[in-house]
């Protein structure tokens, strides 16, 4: 166990190192001269142009700016902000904690509808509710997640004024009035992962059900309930619990566009806003934090694997 | 071909005829056996049509202002309404086909020519070219694939072109991937094998021998990335990094429609619409194109 921990942190130290060279490059694709647009209503002048290229490094080779960039990077420094004026760190934790909310409310939703409607679907195989399963889970994984959102703000906030369309209220302040401004994008967030989940979830399932030690507890007589419940859904949840935590990192990338819909101040509209506001120093430090969480995620889903499937702990 | 394909064809359940069968032909029956996959096939080529005669078929102009006809509901003339802009919604959905067909289409392809030959190098190579190749891969996958095209859509600049090289560089990851894996995999086999101590070069084994049989996998990818695609090429458009407007794309109708969407929701259904089911077009096609050339790899 711990010399495959060693092993995987020696596989991750490499690919973090190769994934900052490819976020420093981003720059070097980008239109125009950085300073200028630094220098926002200032850029006629030459001497505040020189001072904008020596702090940011400009007049030196792209070795040493990436050197810098790196060694600021590992103690934690994102660089700054050349909109908002403000540390890159800082901006990102404060909007985190509004898409961590949004992230595991999606989360769960997705978890309670897709993981039991895969159960159903593989124990009614080919059968009626495994093909409406199927095709919601297929719908739900087809549909782009911002046109969905604009048309539940059409249905519930627009047609039958149920709830809020935008905007958002943080949980220390109302619960009630948080819950109902983000039920509707967890939704949206949730709905195409729970088709993955459904998915995965009856593909493993399927797998499980067709074992021998399912067979054996069939013929001992065990009603079919228990033999789904406690025979075959504790090994099919393996996989599926590996793969919820990729899924955990994937929203994410949903909330982008989801946050943007419903302006939500979260992390997705942080990297949308500079994007519109070419504050590049906020672009790549979204996606440094991303990939780092990403990365985190997948570890922790290999290492829930190795915790639950006790014939993986020798290897 | 088409006789194969025909209802004729003996039952699932009957024996298997002594027959001379190619494995390309049993692929194709068991395709046209899959429904789904086969309306898949349909509503794709429908929408393909769409793109091609947009021209002739679009009943206005899509880029044509009319200050007196905005925001009109759905009509006998206007059958999907017209925009703020007074434009036909239908004649632009048909237009927009284009850009999306074109970026799912053209990206995909070329993440398969940038993924591929990467992909078999590292597989056949092996040693260093293999770990270099292998963590710049991980390090791509480590970025959720829409966050990586926004980033890189957004340093590239706000430009149809651009977003289809965002996605294009997003999607090649898995092909270099799925390419390695399976070259390894076909590196191991005894036919491989024969054609090396034949002295066939490295090259050749690659293109040759290890090509053609990676084929059906990169096939069933590749429909499914289009459909990934089509989402992120809307997904760009919608947040402005692709499609520049008056050009119609369905990404960035849907965000001119979200600010009229008390007053002119058929702005905001249609264009969505089209998204979605050709989406689920492509969805199903690959899942249909799966089962008929790799049926092991079925319910994965």
Redesign the interface.
């Known amino acids: 166990m711990w010399g495959w921990l060693l092993r995987r942190l020696g596989?991750i130290i490499?690919?973090?190192l190769?994934?900052s060279v490819?976020?420093f490059a981003?720059?070097q694709?980008?239109?125009g001269d950085p300073a200028i647009i630094m220098a926002g209503e200032e850029r006629g002048d030459p001497q505040v142009l020189a001072e904008i290229r020596a702090e940011l490094m400009l007049d030196r080779p792209l070795w040493e700016q990436y050197g810098a960039w790196l060694w600021r990077l590992l103690h934690g420094d994102l660089g700054f902000s050349w909109r908002i004026r403000q540390p890159v760190g800082e901006l990102i934790l404060e909007k985190l904690p509004v898409t961590l909310q949004l992230g595991l409310m999606a989360f769960v939703i997705a978890v309670v509808i897709g993981v039991p409607a895969g159960i159903v679907s593989a124990a009614y195989r080919d059968r009626p509710a495994d093909w409406a399963a199927n095709g919601i889970a297929?719908?739900g994984?087809?549909?782009?997640n911002?046109?969905l959102g604009?048309?539940m703000?059409?249905l519930f906030s627009?047609n039958l004024g149920w709830l809020p369309?935008s905007g958002y209220v943080p949980l220390t302040e109302d619960w009630r009035q948080s819950l109902a401004t983000t039920i509707m994008p967890a939704f949206v967030l949730g709905g195409g992962i729970a088709g993955v989940f459904m998915r995965h979830t009856?593909?493993a399932m399927?797998?499980a059900l067709g074992q021998d030690y399912v067979r054996t507890a069939r013929a001992k007589g065990l009603p079919e309930r228990v033999v789904i419940g406690r025979h075959a859904l504790r090994n099919a949840l393996i996989p599926v619990v590996t793969l919820g935590t990729i899924e955990l990192?994937?929203l994410?990338?949903?909330a982008?566009?989801t946050e943007?819909?419903f302006s939500i101040p979260g992390f997705g509209k942080l990297?949308?806003d500079?994007?519109?506001n070419?504050d590049?120093p906020v672009?790549?430090g979204?996606?440094v934090v991303?990939?780092l969480i990403?990365?985190t995620l997948?570890l922790i889903g290999d290492l829930l694997y190795m915790a639950i499937n006790p014939r993986l702990r020798v290897a | 071909m088409s006789a194969s394909a025909s209802p004729a064809v003996a039952p699932a359940g009957a024996p298997a005829v002594a027959r001379a069968d190619s494995p390309g032909r049993r692929a194709l029956r068991r395709f046209f056996r899959h429904r789904l996959a086969v309306l898949g096939l349909v509503v794709v080529l429908v929408f393909v049509l769409a793109a091609l005669l947009a021209p002739w078929i679009a009943p206005y102009d899509p880029v044509a202002t009319s200050w007196s006809r905005i925001r009109r509901a759905p009509s006998a003339l206007h059958w999907f309404g017209t925009d703020e802009n007074g434009r036909d919604v239908f004649s632009r959905v048909l237009w927009g086909a284009r850009a999306s067909l074109m970026a799912g289409g053209l990206s995909v392809t070329a993440a398969l020519l940038l993924g591929v030959p990467f992909g078999l190098l590292a597989g056949l190579a092996g040693g260093w070219v293999d770990t270099i190749i292998s963590?710049?891969t991980?390090?791509?996958l480590?970025?959720?694939?829409?966050?990586?095209a926004?980033?890189?859509a957004?340093?590239?600049?706000p430009a149809l072109e651009n977003a289809m090289l965002a996605i294009a560089i997003s999607a090649s990851p898995i092909f270099v991937r799925l390419a390695r894996g399976m070259a390894m995999e076909a590196k191991a086999t005894e036919w491989v094998e024969a054609a090396r101590s034949l002295g066939n070069p490295p090259w050749r084994i690659a293109v040759l021998h290890v090509l053609p049989n990676i084929v059906p996998p990169l096939l069933v990818q590749a429909t499914l990335s289009i459909?990934e695609a089509i989402?992120a090429e809307?997904?760009l458009s919608?947040?402005?990094?692709g499609q520049q407007p008056p050009n119609p794309s369905w990404g960035s109708m849907?965000n001119a429609?979200?600010r009229f969407?008390?007053q002119a929701?058929w702005m905001?259904?249609y264009p969505?619409l089209a998204?979605?089911l050709v989406?689920?077009a492509f969805?199903?096609l690959g899942?249909g194109l799966r089962d008929a050339l790799d049926p092991r790899a079925r319910?994965?």
């Open positions: 596989q490499p690919t973090l190769i994934l490819l976020i981003l720059q694709l980008m239109p297929l719908a994984i087809s549909t782009p911002f046109w604009i048309m703000i059409l627009v369309p009856r593909a399927i797998g990192g994937r994410l990338a949903g982008v566009l943007q819909i990297i949308v500079a994007v519109f070419r590049y672009v790549q979204v996606v991303t990939a990403f990365v997948s | 963590r710049i991980d390090a791509m480590s970025v959720p694939f829409l966050i990586l926004i980033a890189l957004a340093f590239l600049g459909a989402i809307a997904s919608f947040l402005g990094l849907l429609a979200q969407l008390t929701p905001a259904v969505g998204i979605f989406v689920l969805n199903l899942d319910g994965r």
